[in-house]
């Protein structure tokens, strides 16, 4: 018994401390710096003003006097609007690939000015112009030899995120919304597994184990438009009167619900029996005892866990788009529909949704770190 | 003297295990009586069924004449007057000393603030420790834990104190400071029942020693007789045991 125990876990851990404090690079969180190295970009791409950048590639002339050319830049795809078209002038007999033009501010009204645009264009100074597609027949027509029609791929990030955007504050109060009554039906999903009472508990087991079984989204579209009108003929209320944020707030609440049940159910228990029954021996009654000893102290250990689960709510409030609830995701795809600016519209959404999520964990990562330190 | 504890025939089982096979026992009011015995034996078991924190399958728990197998008794009320101080101290972690003094009082006795706080720092100073009132147990050593858990239980002002082997999760130089607290509380006259080995402590409080074996007693006496002359053979080897320990 006597003597040092080398082999004790305190003394290891004490030895992994003091190898950890010097600098290891692998320790280093380098998908953290490729995350932010793309929220980065994505930042400088819906800053940039709209207007005169444009990527462009050269197609044919012919084909540039369709509807609807789509153009291709590197995977990026898009369409100039029906009454533009864009003229550049290939620098050799070969297209180029592309090129990034300077365009007026201002559409071109008077000759004056087209000659003072076209120019620089056929001089080679830049490379291509958008202009309305009258304009640049014309100007086609009349410089054969020199111009040739493109397609023009506007970066148009700017102007997505301008739509999309406003959606934030749907997806935040569905979220909220939905995670603080999520929060109501754990608890009491969670106290009820646990409880004396058979039939309380079997209730809570079969809410658990039936939202469990089916998927999110199967689910969304059951509460909505199943659920939500069954319920409220039952109770009287014109489901019309039910608006379709507050049903996805209440799927995403019964949903979560049943997943944060589980949480408060393991954190409960992970609370020492001692405890019950210190207070127990107190007087306090059970309830006094859960609600001023044990829940406090499950709630603190469960919080980090809590944290997670607001994330991926946050993340799964995109699903509630399946019931046409213009928040981000369902924002996006109907800019892309009308724009058909896929890339934008999606690129535009997956950096707002990780810019909060990243926000949320490194705030939660600080969190877990505060009270760890204060056990 | 007023008997404050009876113990009827008590049985408990748990499961097909008999933890307790007949307990008969009555303590009186202000008397100190310490229970001895072999692990598993039952101890803990019988004491835990005095507050009712284990159920009796069989026999009476009756506290100053309350019959607590009774569906009448209010439970609360009775576990209010019969403190409780165990081997993990089981304080509130999220609680400072001050509150986890404080809290039942509060909740149970409905004390205002005030009255609490101050009934509070009163039993902090008699166990010594007036000056960790604002720390959280984890700040506290083990011995400063147990005293700040007898204060808990002394805030109350229980009528019985039943303490479960009160000083064996504590290093040896902590052991004293808990059961100088305990001693002070048996000289003043409080009825208590204690589970512990620490043979110095129960010579100097004990009004009568129960040894306990097989969930049984075996054998009650008063200190002296018990060590040094006890009549049954598993009481001598059990002795035989701890005192050359
Ligand atoms: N909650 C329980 N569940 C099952 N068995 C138990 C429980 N508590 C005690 N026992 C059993 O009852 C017997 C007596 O235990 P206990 O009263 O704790 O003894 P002691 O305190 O004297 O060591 C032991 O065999 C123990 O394993
Ligand atoms: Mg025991």
Redesign the interface.
């Known amino acids: 018994m006597a003597g040092p125990d080398l082999a004790s876990p305190s003394s290891l851990d004490s030895f992994d401390k003091r190898n950890g404090s010097t600098t290891n690079w692998r320790d280093f969180p380098w998908w953290l710096v490729a995350i932010f190295f793309f929220l980065g970009i994505m930042a400088f791409l819906i800053i940039r003003q709209p207007g005169p950048h444009l990527l462009v590639r050269i197609v044919d002339a012919e084909e540039a006097d369709g509807e609807t050319i789509t153009a291709e830049f590197d995977n990026l795809r898009g369409v100039v609007r029906e009454d533009e078209a864009i003229v550049g002038a290939p620098s050799s007999g070969e297209p180029f690939d592309l090129a990034i033009a300077e365009l007026p501010e201002a559409r071109i009204q008077t000759f004056a000015q087209l000659e003072q645009a076209v120019q620089p264009l056929i001089d080679g100074e830049i490379d291509a112009l958008l202009l309305d597609k009258q304009t640049a027949r014309t100007l086609v027509a009349e410089n054969e030899e020199t111009l040739t029609s493109v397609l023009a791929v506007p970066n148009a990030y700017n102007e997505a995120f301008i739509f999309i955007f406003p959606g934030i504050t749907t997806t935040l109060y569905l979220t909220l919304g939905g995670f603080g009554l999520a929060l109501v039906f754990g608890l009491l999903a969670g106290l009820g597994r646990i409880s004396q009472n058979r039939l309380i508990r079997n209730i809570a087991i079969t809410y658990v184990e039936f939202i469990r079984g089916v998927p999110t989204l199967v689910l969304i579209l059951t509460l909505a438009f199943v659920i939500v009108p069954a319920v409220s003929d039952s109770i009287g209320i014109d489901n019309r009167d039910v608006s379709i944020e507050l049903r996805a707030i209440l799927a995403l609440a019964i949903i979560y619900g049943a997943f944060l049940a589980e949480i408060f159910r393991a954190g409960i228990e992970s609370i020492s029996k001692g405890q019950m029954e210190a207070a127990r021996s107190l007087g306090m009654t059970a309830r006094q005892a859960m609600q001023y000893i044990i829940l406090p102290q499950a709630i603190r250990n469960i919080s980090p866990a809590l944290g997670n689960d607001f994330i991926a709510m946050l993340k799964d409030s995109s699903l509630a788009s399946v019931l046409a609830v213009r928040e981000l995701t369902q924002r996006s795809r109907l800019h892309a529909g009308s724009t058909f600016r896929f890339p934008e519209s999606y690129l535009v959404i997956v950096f707002l949704y990780l810019a909060m999520t990243i926000t949320l964990s490194l705030f939660l990562r600080w969190y877990e770190r505060r009270i760890r330190v204060g056990e | 003297m007023n008997d404050m504890i009876v113990i009827q025939d008590l049985h408990k089982y748990f499961g097909h295990i008999e933890a307790v096979k007949g307990v008969d026992l009555t303590i009186r009011q202000g008397e100190v009586v310490i229970i001895i015995g072999p692990s598993g034996s039952g101890k803990s078991t019988v004491l835990r069924c005095i507050?009712h924190?284990e159920t009796p399958t069989s026999g009476g728990i009756y506290i100053e004449g309350l019959h607590l197998e009774d569906k009448k008794t209010d439970i609360?009320?009775?576990?209010?007057?019969?403190?409780?101080v165990?081997q993990?101290f089981?304080?509130?972690?999220?609680l400072t000393a001050l509150e986890n003094v404080t809290?039942?009082q509060r909740?149970?006795r409905k004390r205002d603030k005030a009255e609490a706080e101050r009934i509070g720092m009163e039993q902090l100073a008699r166990v010594g420790i007036p000056e960790k009132a604002g720390a959280y147990p984890?700040q506290l050593s083990g011995g400063q834990q147990q005293r700040v858990?007898i204060a808990?239980?002394l805030a109350?002002n229980p009528k019985i104190m039943l303490f479960d082997e009160p000083t064996s999760a504590l290093d040896p130089e902590m052991i004293k400071e808990v059961l100088d607290v305990m001693l002070d509380l048996a000289k003043e006259g409080m009825t208590m029942v204690v589970v512990t080995h620490e043979m110095g402590f129960a010579r100097s409080a004990a009004d009568r020693m129960v040894f306990m074996d097989g969930g049984q007693v075996v054998e009650i006496a008063s200190p002296d007789e018990l060590y040094n002359n006890p009549q049954h053979e598993r009481t001598k080897l059990f002795l035989s045991k701890i005192l050359t320990h």
């Not at chain 2, 609360?76 to 409780?84: K, L």
Request: charged share 15%.
């Open positions: 507050n924190l609360n009320a009775v576990r209010a007057e019969v403190g409780m165990f993990q089981n304080l509130f972690p999220h809290i039942a909740l149970v984890r858990a808990r239980s109350m």
